[in-house]
């Protein structure tokens, strides 16, 4: 079982909701990025989420674009993210780190070496946006050579046919796109997502994690006792554009662990 496999296990065991924090690999530069990682899992973070940098995303909201644009400035590509991991690698074996991004520098560096260089790294699963389950048996075939696991996005919209095309093809476990419209979004329907989630799971067979528009511990717990993970993404974004360099990592941390207090408050 992978890494993500076993942390869903170990949670549930314990009665728990994975935290998925969410950032951009080289935001607000590249010299932090490792020391966020550390921080994250320190503050409550079970699984790290972390977006390649990408000129032309089509899911990221305003808050995560002007991520990708700083991150990009300092010229980091896909590569280097795989770097960043490596060494997150050097102290932590434990934590899972999904990639979260685009075709188009996976399709460049190709499906074979990106899964090997993933593996070697550490990553534990991938998230394309723009390879749709109907196109993706190339990157899951590499993928899956090397036990990594390939995440697809579900939302308010998928038909019952996607559902179950998306169960053949993903591992690991589904997200589920809490709301119409991209990262950073309002008007989350807690009870319309509630009435979602156990029929995914049921179709699907594996744990579902529930983002996009979670931007408070009160959000967070709410979600929490019904999903199988929390991700939060342009909120802890937000966090890191605000924050003067010398406090963000602590402001961070601090707002994590509030939203990790939040969850496992029942």
Do not use: W
């Given at each position: 079982m992978s890494r993500i496999g076993n942390t869903f296990r170990a949670l549930k065991a314990q009665e728990k909701t994975a935290?998925?924090?969410?950032?951009?690999?080289?935001?607000?530069?590249?010299?932090?990025?490792?020391?966020?990682?550390?921080?994250?899992?320190?503050?409550?973070?079970?699984?790290?989420?972390?977006?390649?940098?990408?000129?032309?995303?089509m899911a990221d909201g305003p808050t995560i674009q002007r991520a990708?644009?700083?991150?990009?400035?300092?010229?980091?590509?896909?590569?280097?993210?795989?770097?960043?991991?490596?060494?997150?690698?050097?102290?932590?074996?434990?934590?899972?780190?999904?990639?979260?991004g685009y075709a188009n520098p996976i399709e460049r560096m190709g499906y074979a070496a990106f899964a090997a260089q993933a593996a070697a790294a550490g990553v534990d699963g991938v998230l394309t946006v723009d390879i749709p389950p109907e196109e993706c048996i190339g990157l899951a075939d590499a993928l899956a050579a090397y036990s990594?696991?390939?995440?697809?996005?579900?939302?308010?919209?998928?038909?019952?046919?996607?559902?179950?095309?998306?169960?053949?093809?993903?591992?690991?476990?589904?997200?589920y796109v809490s709301l119409k419209g991209v990262t950073g979004s309002a008007n989350l329907?807690?009870?319309?997502?509630?009435?979602?989630?156990?029929?995914?799971?049921?179709?699907?067979?594996?744990?579902?994690?529930?983002?996009?528009?979670?931007?408070?511990?009160?959000?967070?717990?709410?979600?929490?006792?019904?999903?199988?993970?929390?991700?939060?993404?342009?909120?802890?974004?937000?966090?890191?554009?605000?924050?003067p360099r010398e406090q963000l990592v602590d402001n961070l941390s601090r707002f994590v662990r509030s939203i990790r207090v939040a969850m496992d408050t029942k």
């Open positions: 935290l998925i924090p969410f950032i951009t690999a080289g935001d607000p530069d590249p010299e932090l990025t490792v020391p966020i990682l550390h921080a994250l899992v320190a503050a409550g973070a079970d699984i790290i989420e972390m977006g390649v940098p990408f000129s032309d995303p990708s644009e700083r991150a990009l400035h300092y010229g980091v590509g896909l590569k280097d993210v795989l770097a960043m991991v490596a060494e997150f690698r050097g102290t932590n074996t434990t934590t899972p780190i999904v990639l979260m990594i696991d390939m995440i697809f996005l579900l939302s308010p919209t998928t038909p019952a046919s996607r559902i179950k095309l998306v169960a053949q093809r993903a591992s690991g476990f589904v997200y329907d807690l009870d319309e997502v509630a009435s979602h989630i156990p029929v995914i799971r049921e179709r699907c067979g594996m744990p579902v994690g529930v983002g996009f528009g979670i931007r408070d511990a009160a959000t967070a717990h709410s979600i929490a006792q019904f999903a199988d993970a929390v991700v939060i993404g342009s909120r802890i974004v937000q966090e890191i554009e605000s924050s």
